[in-house]
């Protein structure tokens, strides 16, 4: 008698392997998809607070992108943290600040996000109170 595994047997087990592999990839991907999502509406909040919060006081806050985290600063303390997603980093040498008060974005800027798939996300300040722009428009964001 032969000890060992038949041909059918071992090309079952490598289906079925391949298989889990596959699933696993794609569940992957769809988690970062989600994690994406989930940070570019919790910056969009974030900003909308902040614009409502600085309406009608003389308070402002710093936005600071730093390369793994986003910090909302007022008053000297840290407000607000949105760490970004595993798949998103900034691509700043020094931190980015972006200050917004009731006279709107006093410092107009540009920050670029990329992410592992390559795509750079650029978020520009400065268009009227308050307003920004991100492009291209990550998916997720608006829900139409």
């Not at 008698?1 to 059918?8: A, H, N, P, V």
């Not at 696993?24 to 909040?45: I, K, N």
């Not at 795509?119 to 400065?126: D, F, K, N, Q, T």
Request: glycine content about 6%; some cysteine.
């Amino acid at each position: 008698m032969y000890k060992g595994f038949t041909l059918i047997e071992a090309v079952l087990v490598l289906t079925i392997v391949s298989g889990l592999m596959l699933f696993g990839y794609y569940q992957v991907d769809y988690a970062q998809q989600r994690a994406e999502s989930r940070f570019w509406q919790a910056l969009d909040l974030t900003w909308r607070q902040a614009q409502m919060a600085t309406w009608d006081s003389d308070d402002y806050l710093d936005f600071r992108f730093y390369q793994h985290e986003l910090l909302v600063w007022q008053n000297g303390k840290i407000v607000r943290s949105l760490p970004y997603p595993r798949s998103i980093i900034c691509n700043v040498k020094k931190t980015k600040s972006v200050i917004v008060s009731n006279q709107g974005v006093i410092q107009p800027t540009k920050v670029i996000l990329i992410t592992q798939q390559g795509v750079h996300y650029e978020i520009s300040w400065g268009f009227n109170w308050g307003t920004y722009k991100i492009t291209p428009e990550p998916a997720g964001v608006y829900h139409r």
